[in-house]
């Protein structure tokens, strides 16, 4: 059976510190690959998504960036956090289009 | 662009009956609805793929209308396990791969 790790957890980092985030799919293969974020009490922001490796489509022009370097290894990164990327992120995966998409548990990131 | 959800937020009592409301301005390929618990991930409940169907996941079910980009999620018989964020998805023929979120339906069971 599939499965989906995110990690960390939890995280709290510094205004201006760096920031990578790990997302890893077992089980399946050529998966499409989903970053979201999710501010408290609000909805799914959807941030990067990859149909393959080294596709990488970006929804949302801020200081994060997403790399695939293996086919089911997705990784969201940032030079340097703002205060405003604190928030629920969420890895998903789905086999292709127009398929259920499955969530990791999420990492909850706190900017100080 | 984001798909419009409606109501906002809902409080039943155990037992009763809920609809949950998704359109979109765009032609949609399908739509996904997932549920949030507090703290938690979202769980995939359906997809639906064909103008006009329906699909059943015990007493919890939805439809599409493909001509009029919509979406309903049914909430029959409603059981506290019911409680939770309900969102839908939607995939735009123009724009495959990429699926957008509504901003949610809060939906709230008391005994």
């Known amino acids: 059976s599939q499965t989906i790790h995110q990690w960390p957890a939890t995280l709290v980092q510094p205004v201006g510190s760096p920031l990578s985030l790990e997302c890893t799919v077992e089980?399946?293969?050529?998966?499409?690959l989903y970053w979201y974020r999710q501010a408290a009490g609000r909805g799914l922001q959807l941030l990067f998504y990859?149909?393959?490796?080294?596709?990488i489509s970006s929804e949302v022009p801020q200081n994060l960036s997403a790399s695939r370097p293996q086919d089911r290894q997705f990784i969201l990164s940032s030079k340097k956090l703002l205060l405003s990327d604190s928030g629920f992120y969420l890895c998903?995966?789905?086999?292709?289009?127009?398929?259920?998409?499955?969530f990791g548990d999420g990492t909850r990131l706190s900017i100080l | 662009q984001q798909p419009v959800q409606s109501p906002q937020a809902v409080i039943l009592r155990e037992g009763e009956d809920a609809v949950i409301n998704c359109s979109s301005s765009?032609?949609?390929?399908?739509v996904h609805w997932y549920r949030q618990k507090h703290g938690e991930a979202p769980v995939f409940l359906m997809i639906?793929?064909?103008?006009?169907e329906q699909k059943g996941h015990d007493k919890i079910s939805a439809s599409f209308n493909e001509k009029k980009q919509q979406s309903s999620l049914y909430l029959t018989a409603s059981q506290l396990s019911y409680s939770g964020t309900y969102f839908c998805?939607?995939?735009?023929?123009?724009?495959?791969?990429?699926?957008?979120f509504g901003s949610g339906t809060r939906l709230s069971i008391r005994p």
């Open positions: 998903a995966w789905s086999e292709g289009d127009n398929q259920p998409q499955h």
């Open positions: 089980g399946t293969s050529n998966p499409n």
């Open positions: 990859s149909v393959g490796i080294g596709q």
């Open positions: 765009k032609a949609l390929y399908s």
């Open positions: 639906l793929l064909k103008g006009g």
């Open positions: 998805g939607t995939e735009a023929y123009s724009s495959a791969s990429k699926i957008i």
